[in-house]
């Protein structure tokens, strides 16, 4: 295939169902798996499928983002490949910042058409799959569409977060929805093949990945100068006024890691090995090489944990976990269904108000997320449950059960963070 694809990740808006991770960073550069970041995921797929001229559009939190894209994606002077920033800016004939997916592609447009290209691919920069895009970008030409969005069959319950669209018998996209209210969900049933129907998958919906031809961008923004979203403005105008508009069917594992609820679980089955998706075990995931001693494990019982390098383990237990770099945890800890960011730097000085940087000792943690930098004391006692009352405190969030301690967090020796189910209740400091 022609090879004149520009690819554009967006670098996602403020993040709050995320939040306290998106508090001081951006939704791509939240770490996932121990040792990644979740841009390096389009950014591989991109890479792997040979669309070699990259643009991540960064504007909210973006310093830690383009921080990472600027260290890790360092291409050779004669190689065709790049990874650039496009961040937002203020100009003459525009003041504003970018206010939704299609107005920060539109404010990009004024470089990227000084490029020559034939194909714009949109991507999100928060979503964990493995997809060969260079298919996609095949069924785009071959069915001469002018706009080719990447679908998943969902469930009904799934349905109402996702745009959701009906097609005919050639792929053709004939009716588009935005979120559908669960009262009028059964209406946007699609005839999918029988493997799907019997998982309950009977929704076809929009995974925010789309090929435009470029006549076909540059027409929609001239039409419509002050449409900022692609799901609620852009797409269903393309539909209604007969636009050749496809659906690319992908029926592989992708997950949206646009909660906290669904970062936690999809870490912990990374963790289990139930994930389908498997980073790098057929195609490289690339990321920001570290350059840190191998992890040392003293005297820990351990079962389904991933591992970053540079860790100080002394813990008793450590189960169904995610363990960042530079991580220390200290004796008769025991830690269980827990993701652990890890830590930039070392600090070996402590005392009970201002722990070390690390997890104590006889702590125990279950059902949470620690930030970077996070200073745990000894005997502490954070446990996550159900029956625990959402709700943001100084160096703590609680999300659906799950908590949060906060990047460069303080949880001082003794600290109780939620207690025992059965006591349906939070103690907090």
Request: net charge negative.
């Amino acid at each position: 295939m022609s090879n004149k694809t520009i690819c554009l990740i967006l670098g996602g808006g403020v993040g709050s169902r995320l939040y306290p991770l998106t508090q001081h960073r951006s939704k791509p550069a939240v770490p996932i798996g121990g040792k990644y970041k979740l841009i390096d995921i389009p950014i591989a797929n991109c890479l792997h499928s040979n669309f070699n001229q990259i643009f991540v559009l960064t504007q909210y939190n973006a310093a830690s983002l383009n921080q990472h894209l600027k260290n890790t994606y360092n291409f050779d002077a004669f190689s065709n490949r790049h990874v650039e920033i496009l961040a937002a800016e203020q100009r003459s004939d525009d003041m504003n910042w970018y206010r939704g997916t299609a107005d920060a592609v539109r404010q990009s447009l004024s470089y990227i058409d000084q490029m020559d290209y034939d194909h714009l691919l949109i991507l999100s920069g928060d979503q964990l799959y493995e997809m060969d895009l260079q298919e996609m970008l095949k069924e785009h030409v071959n069915s001469k569409a002018e706009i080719t969005i990447a679908t998943k069959p969902v469930t009904a319950k799934e349905a109402t977060r996702f745009g959701i669209m009906k097609t005919s018998t050639d792929q053709r996209i004939s009716s588009f929805i935005e979120k559908p209210a669960a009262e009028v969900v059964e209406e946007w049933k699609s005839d999918l093949d029988m493997p799907q129907k019997l998982k309950g998958k009977n929704f076809l919906a929009s995974m925010g990945i789309y090929f435009f031809r470029k006549d076909a961008i540059q027409g929609l923004f001239s039409i419509l100068p002050d449409a900022l979203d692609f799901g609620k403005e852009i797409i269903p105008y393309a539909i209604e006024n007969k636009y050749q508009v496809q659906s690319f069917l992908f029926d592989k594992y992708w997950e949206d890691i646009g909660t906290i609820r669904s970062y936690f679980d999809t870490n912990m089955a990374l963790a289990a090995g139930s994930c389908e998706y498997k980073f790098g075990i057929e195609k490289k995931i690339f990321t920001l090489p570290s350059i840190h001693p191998p992890s040392q494990i003293r005297g820990t019982q351990m079962q389904d944990v991933l591992f970053g390098e540079g860790g100080k383990i002394a813990a008793k237990e450590l189960s169904t976990s995610v363990v960042g770099n530079l991580t220390r945890i200290g004796e008769e800890a025991i830690i269980r269904r827990t993701v652990i960011l890890g830590n930039d730097f070392w600090d070996e000085n402590g005392s009970a108000e201002i722990p070390t940087i690390g997890i104590g000792k006889n702590t125990q943690i279950e059902n949470a997320i620690i930030d970077k930098n996070a200073r745990i004391g000894n005997n502490v006692k954070i446990i996550g449950h159900q029956d625990l009352q959402d709700s943001r405190h100084e160096h703590f969030t609680i999300n659906n059960g799950i908590v949060i301690i906060h990047r460069n967090a303080i949880i001082p020796d003794n600290t109780l963070i939620g207690v025992e189910v059965e006591k349906a209740e939070a103690v907090c400091f």
